[in-house]
């Protein structure tokens, strides 16, 4: 039924427009046949005004023949692009035939009548062939009451007779148009009312299935009415409700997945310390013992080498410089087993209160002793204010002097070392910045490795910065190394807890 509602104004409509258009090529005829009459009047008019032979004078009769005989010319010119008919087009040919047969004897005419001296001497043979030119012209005008006009008003009667019917038709068409529509508008206004009625209910539905769905961003429009506004509105702060705690969750949820890691790489970090820690424990005493047997009996050598006996036999030249090498390795491999026994052996920490400024002071004392500070002294930078940290003044002093240390073998091509103290609210903070060699980007991922170190073969253990992370983590802290690559320098940054706080996890630490 709706289907044949709606196929009825369609076919109507169709009509119309056939109609509408048949009307319009009706109307543009007229139009035409309006432009067209007032050009057949000004080529009357032209045509009137062409002077007859007799009025002709010696001076201007050139120009009298030749100016209006040439606007009557592009006037017929114009009416010929105008009109369409066959009949029409002769017409106007024949009052062009007429109006060159006039203008080519008039100009012969003006032309003798220039030639002579007077009126008498005029050309008989110029004058006959003007008013036999004048007589062809004298028909122009019989020609246009049926021949130019005629055709134009018949098309024009024509096309005034389908206006009229074309518009009755019309008039039908919208009558029963308005009565169709007016059915058609009562019929979908019902179906508009129920189906605006049901749709906010619809979306309420639809937005809690895509909720469901996990698409927390669902929102409805606020629909119109007090009762759906009220619904549409607790729903939305509903949705805004769930978005924000499932956003929250989201973002406890990697908090706690971070820590996780975080505590299970400390974890595996403190397993592999304490498997390297229990095999340094075993080299150290294994080397130990055998080391003390080296150096000692080094030691008897360099007794028997005051005996006058060895020194004057020929071999005892090389004898001094082979004892000086077997005391140096024997001294440096002890300095090699007592950092082993220190990483193996993790020493009770003692806490106290400390301020982290006498810490820093003492350090960079020590360093400032090693003779490559004396060519580039150690800048020091520590806040007027008190640094206090619960922690072990010698093992925090042993850490930032393994830092120094390693800033000044980075600086010693050139470079500058400094040591800046802060406080970063409720955590303080020493910087060891140098501007020397720097750190390579993958090296800078296994700096606190145990035994990895960058040095040539035999200038280190790669124990210290190992000792370092181990220290602060024992004190509650973090340490963290950057470079921005090879000859772009180093920073190392130490950061404790303040007194207060790292007083109170120790306290609650020892009573659980």
């Not at 005029?122 to 062939?129: D, N, V």
């Not at 669902?218 to 924000?244: I, S």
């Amino acid at each position: 039924m709706f289907l044949a509602v709606g196929l009825f104004p369609m076919a109507g409509g169709l009509a119309a427009a056939y109609s509408l258009q048949a009307v319009g090529r009706d109307v543009d005829k007229l139009q035409i046949y309006t432009q067209a009459d007032d050009v057949v009047g000004r080529l009357e008019a032209e045509l009137a005004a062409i002077p007859d032979p007799e009025e002709l004078s010696r001076e201007s009769g050139l120009d009298d023949v030749t100016a209006p005989t040439t606007r009557a010319l592009h006037l017929c010119r114009s009416l010929r692009r105008l009109m369409g008919s066959a009949e029409s087009r002769d017409a106007i040919a024949a009052v062009e035939r007429s109006v060159l047969a006039y203008r080519e004897a008039g100009r012969a005419y003006a032309i003798a009548l220039q030639a002579t001296s007077t009126e008498e001497e005029e050309a008989p043979g110029a004058w006959s062939e003007l008013s036999a030119a004048k007589e062809r012209f004298a028909r122009v005008a019989e020609l246009r009451q049926g021949g130019v006009t005629g055709p134009i008003g018949h098309e024009a009667h024509l096309a005034i007779k389908r206006v009229v019917d074309n518009a009755d038709f019309l008039n039908t068409l919208v009558t029963l148009g308005v009565t169709t529509l007016s059915l058609l508008g009562t019929f979908l206004a019902a179906v508009i009312f129920a189906r605006a009625t049901a749709r906010p209910i619809v979306r309420l539905v639809r937005a809690a299935r895509q909720i469901g769905e996990g698409r927390l961003d669902t929102t409805v429009p606020v629909p119109p009415g007090d009762e759906l506004r009220a619904l549409g509105n607790a729903f939305n702060d509903m949705a805004r409700q769930l978005r924000d705690y499932y956003e929250h969750l989201e973002e406890e949820v990697r908090k706690r997945t971070e820590e996780l890691r975080r505590r299970e790489r400390d974890l595996e970090r403190e397993r592999r310390l304490a498997a390297i820690g229990r095999l340094a424990a075993g080299v150290a005493h294994e080397v130990a013992n055998p080391l003390t047997v080296i150096a000692g009996a080094a030691e008897g050598l360099r007794d028997r080498a005051q005996e006058e006996e060895l020194r004057s036999l020929p071999a005892f030249e090389d004898f001094p410089d082979y004892l000086e090498a077997i005391e140096s390795e024997a001294y440096r491999l002890k300095k090699v087993v007592r950092r082993l026994l220190d990483f193996s052996r993790r020493k009770p920490t003692v806490m106290h209160y400390l301020d982290l400024r006498d810490v820093v002071r003492d350090a960079v004392s020590l360093a400032q002793l090693d003779p490559r500070a004396k060519e580039n002294p150690i800048a020091c930078d520590v806040p007027p204010e008190a640094l206090p940290v619960l922690g072990d003044s010698d093992a925090l002093q042993e850490s930032l002097l393994n830092l120094l240390f390693n800033a000044l073998q980075a600086t010693e091509g050139g470079g500058s070392v400094r040591v800046r103290a802060g406080d970063a609210g409720s955590r303080v903070f020493v910087e060891v910045r140098d501007t020397g060699e720097g750190i390579d980007p993958h090296d800078q991922e296994r700096m606190f490795e145990p035994f990895f170190t960058t040095r040539r073969e035999g200038e280190g253990t790669g124990l210290g910065l190992s000792l370092v992370y181990e220290t602060v983590g024992r004190h509650g802290g973090s340490v963290h190394g950057r470079s921005e690559g090879k000859g772009q320098g180093a920073v190392f940054r130490v950061t404790l807890p303040r007194a207060d706080e790292a007083a109170a996890k120790r306290a609650s630490a020892e009573t659980s």
